[in-house]
Every structure is written in structure tokens, then in C-alpha cells.
């Protein structure tokens, strides 16, 4: 009665071709570079600074340690642990590969990196997976923030731009970008996420195109 | 043991299988169904509504198939309709009671699929009001709760059969009871339900009653709807009249007899079937659920046979899909990561789990090709693969917090 399927050798390799993402990022996944192989033997305390983004429940989070080479203002050492999709493990491994490769990359430079710079080297990613690439380079610059802090280097400490655009409830751009790359592509979804311009039709209205803004920047 | 080199003696420590354990998605199709569909695709292709001989021969497989099914769900031939989809005859029945109707008031479930949950959302736009009955931690309704909800101005009740995602099997007899108590009529998705449980419609009580052939090792693109006899529905399909003017457009003839065979040897089989799916079923459950902070979801015993889905926490539900992919195994996952919505799980969450027991839930639905040593296999690597992931995740979730329905972090 049962009904076998019987697939010949020439099937199950065609098959292995078949994945849903870049072989970037199936080879990242599959071999995560410069991960914390065991958290209960790693010291904590030779790294300069920590950055943690995320959570469980929204089902990605991200925890990566910084060293930085002191004199040459450079990312010496990037450790990291990500939970979360195979997009997410895999954007993290590539954003340690970038952070840390040719000698390492200076401050400045890893201050500025964006997500769509992690996409590119992982030869993209499908549209509605685009969301979970987007916490490494902000864990990066809160790693980066706290070395700053913990060096007193105060003045260094980037505080990024946010602009208020709902002065009732407080919401910013950055909110909008991120309900933005959490799905939401009309202003009812934007809404029910954030609560923005309920009362009033100008911050109904500037919202709804800094959201088709940002839907333009990251999946035109 | 690093864990690039763990992952490596997995990947190539096993031979690549091919186990199929996604069968609430789909069945391939059977055999004998194919056998005996195939001489309706070129040969006996005629339209069933000619007069000219193979137009007949095709009308009177259609009309037998009809009266198979209808044999099956102890109803008569002319209460069945064929449609193109569950999801299609799920429209029809909700759609079509309320737009006869005009007005009113429906009753659905928190866990029902979408084809009946954004249907009677939709309607609520078209001005019917709706209430969307909870679950208990197990995803049961209660028929009392129902009883409580129905009003005067209710016209319909459309709750499922057994659940897709975390098989609970509802009390469909005494929900249709109440039902009828209070004169409302009564609609049960039974798609997940059709290949293993009873679907005498009379036993069950039940008004209308939604199929489908790709649950049951039928083709796809062909379900149907049981209306009982005098139920007035408004078609959401209009053209040539066809299904009794319920449902125009050319019979999907090989569908529909492929689907009458499916039909068959499904309930033909289930009793016998059932057993061993049980049995695997539970092997199943009891290897899993040794994982540290790995639980059941949904209803131990009330469960489709065929059913496993458990929550592993710390690690995502796509990450271990892809891990067992590349094994040759194939299961789903209510992570929000492989929904289209991006939106995870509403029937984990409906049964008052947070979001981080959605993300680490994995479905496991066996079928005919399951073996005893598919589940063995299942269990040795799912365990491998959870202990890499969780090496890789900065996560140490408490299960009894999670399981108690409190999540760590709220989402935003």
C-alpha cells in the first residue's frame, strides 16, 4: 500500500542545486566565518566592544564582540552569534568576513557600512528575505559605539540621525525604515505597525512617503 | 569539535534520503488515481455538458464520480459540487451563505486557515460582522464558548475539521449541535481531515463540508463542497452554469474522477493506516521531545494521525529546515521567516504561545512513504542539527516561561 517514490542518484543531485538562496550565502550558512565556536570557553574580556540588536520574539538577534587595532584606528577581531534564518547567520558571517578581511576595515569606513553593501556580497537576497540582513551593520556600529564609550572616546560615539516625524507618538524615520524592511508597503500596514499620523493627514501623509521612499530604496 | 567541522561531518555522514514529511502541504498523487485519471485527459476528453457521444461518456464519469463521493459522505449526488481548490470551495460555502443571506453575522475560529479566515475578514468589509472564536492551549474550541457567541442575526459558522499546522481535531458534532440548536447553519473546512477521519456528513451533523484532492493523494486543482440540500448559496463563479449553476466552467473531468478515487482509497485504507501512522506518529513525538526545551504543539491524543509539530527554542524554525533539506528531509516551519507575510504562525500564537515558540516551530506530517526508520533518521540528525544551531545562537530561552505563554521580549 505504501507508495514508494524512488529517486535515482541523477534526481537527488539535481536537486542539491536547487536552493532558495545565493551559493553565497548557502556556503555562509553552512560555514559561518569567525563565529564564537564556544561561548563557555570565550573571554569576553579581550574584546574592546559588544553589540547586541534583535530579539527572539521578532525572531532574528544578533550578538557580535569587536577588537580593534588601537593604532591603526582599524576592526582587528569580529566574533558574532546570530539567531535567527539561514539569511540571517549568513549575513552576519559575511558582514564578520568584510569588517575583518585585508588587514581589517578602518573605523570610519565600518561606521558608514549598509546593509545593502552586506547584500551585495552575498549576491542578494529574495525581497521579503532583505529584512533579515539589516541587523549586522547595526550591531557592528553599537559594537563600535561601545568600544568608543568604554575608551572614552566620547566624542566619537555616533548617535544616528533620527528625525521625528510624528511629534505624538515619537515615531522616527528610522522607525519607518525598519517597519519598512519588516513588510510593510502600504500606510494601513505602517499603521497598524507604528501608530503614525492616526490624527493628523500631514504626518499621514509625510510618513506614507518616507515609507514609499525607503520601498524604493531597498526593493525598487 | 569546531562547529564549521560539525557541520561538515553531518553534512557528509549521511547518504542524501528523500523523506517526505510535508503531507499537509501535499500528497503525491497515487498511483491508482493517476491510473484512473489518465484516460479522461486525452481519450475520453469530451465536454461533460455535450450531447454527442464522447461528450456523454465524459458527463456519465462525471455523474459516477459524484455519486462515489457522495456514496462516501452518505449525502445525495446532488449535494456535491465540484470546485478547483479547498481554498475555492472554503470561498463558496462562506461567500455564498452570506451574499445569499446579504447580512449578518459569522462565527470562525482563531486558528482557521486562511482561505476561511480572510474570506470572513473580506466579508467584514462588505459590512457582516464577525467574531473569531479563541482556542485553549491545545487548540480546541469550546462549544459552549460558541453557544455563547451565537446571536439572533448569526447566519453561519464556519469552523475546521482538524487543524493544518498543529492537527487538533475539533469537536465538529458538538459544534455542529449547537449550531443547530439555534438554527445556524454550519460549515467545516474537513481538508487536513478527508484522507484519515470519518466524513459521513449526517454523523458529523454538518451543513457544508470543503475537500480537497491534494491532501489526499489526489491531483490538485479539484476539491469540493458538500451543500446540503436546500441551502441557498450565491455563486462566486458565473458563466455556463455548470455544478448546478454553482460552479461555471468546464468540469475538471480527470480531477474530479482522480479525486472520487482518492476519496476511496483514502477512508478505503484509513482505519489500517491510521494505526501504523499513529504508531510513527508518536515515535515521533517521544524522540523529539527529548531535545532540552523542545514541546508539543497542539493536542496529544485529539491529533490527526499523521501530525507532529513541536517547538525547538533558541534556534530559528528555517534554519533547521534548510539543515534537514540538505539531508534529503523535507518539513515546514511557523517562523515568520518562510511566510509570505512575514508574520509568524497564528495558530501557534493562537494557542497563547509567544512569538519565539512560533519561530522555533517545525512540522513534521507523515504519509504512506513514512518508514520506521524515516522517524529514526529524523530523530538522529534533528537532534544534531539543533545542537549545532544552538552553538551558533546567542539564545538561552526558558522553556517553562515560553510554554506558560510568556515570551522574554515582547515584539514590537
Not at chain 1, 587595532?69 to 540571517?88: E, M, P, V, Y
Not at chain 1, 547584500?119 to 528575505?129: D, E, S, T, V, Y
Not at chain 2, 479525486?259 to 515521533?284: C, G, M, T
Request: with cysteine.
Amino acid at each position: 500500500m505504501p507508495i514508494k517514490i524512488v529517486k535515482n542518484d541523477a534526481d537527488v543531485s539535481a536537486n542539491n542545486n536547487r536552493w532558495v538562496y545565493s551559493s553565497s550565502v548557502k556556503s555562509h550558512f553552512f560555514h559561518p566565518q569567525n563565529l564564537v565556536e564556544d561561548i563557555k570557553k570565550f573571554d569576553e574580556s579581550k574584546y574592546d566592544g559588544i553589540g547586541v540588536v534583535g530579539s527572539p520574539a521578532c525572531g532574528d538577534m544578533m550578538k557580535l564582540w569587536v577588537k580593534i587595532d588601537k593604532k591603526n584606528d582599524r576592526i582587528r577581531d569580529l566574533k558574532w552569534q546570530t539567531f535567527g534564518c539561514a539569511s540571517a547567520i549568513a549575513s552576519t558571517s559575511m558582514l564578520s568576513v568584510m569588517v575583518t578581511e585585508k588587514g581589517g576595515m578602518k573605523i570610519e569606513n565600518a561606521l558608514k557600512l549598509k546593509p545593502q553593501d552586506i547584500l551585495a556580497r552575498l549576491g542578494g537576497l529574495p525581497p521579503r528575505k532583505i529584512h533579515c540582513s539589516v541587523l549586522g551593520d547595526k550591531a557592528l556600529r553599537k559594537a563600535i559605539n561601545d568600544y568608543f564609550r568604554k575608551s572614552e572616546q566620547y566624542k566619537r560615539i555616533v548617535t544616528e540621525g533620527f528625525v521625528v516625524i510624528d511629534p505624538d507618538t515619537k515615531i522616527t524615520d528610522k522607525d519607518i525604515e525598519e517597519a519598512v524592511l519588516e513588510g510593510a508597503d502600504t500606510i494601513e500596514k505602517l499603521q497598524r505597525k507604528l501608530k503614525v499620523g492616526i490624527n493628523d493627514k500631514k504626518v499621514k501623509a509625510k510618513a506614507e512617503a518616507l515609507m514609499k521612499k525607503f520601498m524604493e530604496k531597498y526593493y525598487a | 569539535m569546531s562547529v564549521n567541522s560539525d557541520i561538515n561531518k553531518l553534512l557528509k555522514a549521511y547518504k542524501k534520503r528523500h523523506i517526505y514529511l510535508d503531507h499537509a502541504a501535499t500528497t503525491p498523487v497515487d498511483p491508482a488515481v493517476k491510473k484512473a485519471a489518465d484516460p479522461y485527459f486525452t481519450e475520453e476528453f469530451g465536454n461533460p455538458s455535450a450531447f454527442y457521444e464522447i461528450g456523454l461518456k465524459a458527463g456519465e464519469a462525471l455523474q459516477d464520480a459524484r455519486a462515489r463521493v457522495s456514496k462516501i459522505l452518505g449525502c445525495s449526488a446532488n449535494e456535491v459540487v465540484f470546485t478547483g481548490s479547498g481554498t475555492e470551495s472554503d470561498n463558496l460555502a462562506i461567500l455564498g451563505v452570506a451574499r445569499a443571506k446579504g447580512r449578518g453575522h459569522i462565527i470562525t475560529s482563531a486558528i482557521e486557515h486562511h482561505a476561511v479566515l480572510d474570506t470572513v475578514k473580506h466579508l467584514e468589509k462588505e459590512g457582516f460582522t464577525v467574531t473569531i472564536l479563541p482556542v485553549d492551549k491545545y487548540g480546541l474550541i469550546d462549544p459552549a464558548q460558541l453557544s455563547k457567541e451565537i446571536k439572533t442575526e448569526t447566519i453561519l459558522v464556519s469552523l475546521m475539521y482538524a487543524n493544518n499546522e498543529v492537527g487538533t481535531i475539533e469537536p465538529i458534532k458538538e459544534l455542529a449541535d449547537v449550531c443547530h440548536k439555534k438554527g445556524v447553519l454550519f460549515h467545516t473546512d474537513a481538508c487536513q481531515a478527508g484522507g484519515t477521519l470519518p466524513i459521513n456528513v449526517k454523523k458529523l451533523g454538518v451543513d457544508l463540508l470543503t475537500l480537497n484532492g491534494s491532501k489526499i493523494y489526489g491531483p490538485k486543482g479539484v476539491g469540493c463542497l458538500y451543500v446540503k440540500s436546500g441551502i441557498k448559496l450565491e455563486p462566486i463563479i458565473y458563466g455556463g452554469g455548470q455544478e448546478r449553476g454553482l460552479r461555471s466552467g468546464t468540469e475538471n473531468v480527470p480531477g474530479i474522477i482522480g479525486f472520487a478515487k482518492a476519496l476511496e482509497l483514502a477512508q478505503k485504507n484509513a482505519p489500517e493506516e491510521n494505526k501504523r501512522l499513529i504508531k510513527l506518529r508518536d515515535k515521533l513525538i517521544k524522540g523529539l521531545t527529548k531535545i532540552p526545551k523542545c514541546f508539543l504543539n497542539g493536542h496529544p491524543v485529539k491529533r490527526l494521525p499523521n501530525n507532529v509539530n513541536v517547538t525547538i527554542l533558541d534556534v530559528e524554525g528555517e534554519s533547521i529546515i534548510l539543515f534537514l533539506n540538505e539531508l534529503g528531509i523535507y518539513a515546514s516551519t511557523g517562523s515568520a521567516c518562510t511566510s509570505k507575510s512575514l508574520d509568524p504562525s497564528h495558530v501557534i500564537t493562537a494557542l497563547g504561545l509567544p512569538y519565539e515558540a512560533a519561530h522555533g516551530s517545525i512540522r513534521f506530517t507523515l504519509g504512506h512513504s513514512t518508514t520506521d526508520k524515516d522517524v529514526d533518521f529524523v530523530i538522529e540528525v534533528t537532534n544534531k542539527v539543533v545542537e549545532i544551531l544552538r552553538r551558533i545562537s546567542p539564545l538561552n530561552l526558558n522553556s517553562d516561561e515560553i510554554q506558560s505563554g510568556r515570551g522574554s521580549i515582547h515584539y514590537k
